[in-house]
């Protein structure tokens, strides 16, 4: 998988914990507005919780092509 192929991948999996945390709540289809700053907070949560699983992953996979990844998670 490409690096931009990665991207879209973990793009559409972030985007499916945020679904799935709103269909959980009876809130999916309601607009974002109506949400609180804490449902935001939430879902940003389980969007970049997926990420950080999804980055690790891909960094066990291929170390060798992953060095930016790691720069980007160690940082800070």
Known sequence: MTDDEWQAHVTRDAAKEIGAWLEARGRLDRPIRSLSLR????????????????????????????KPLRSFLTAG
């Open 39 to 66: 449902d935001l907070e939430a879902m940003a949560d389980n969007a970049i919780s997926r990420f950080i699983v999804l980055a690790s992953r891909r960094i066990t996979e291929k170390p060798e092509d992953t």
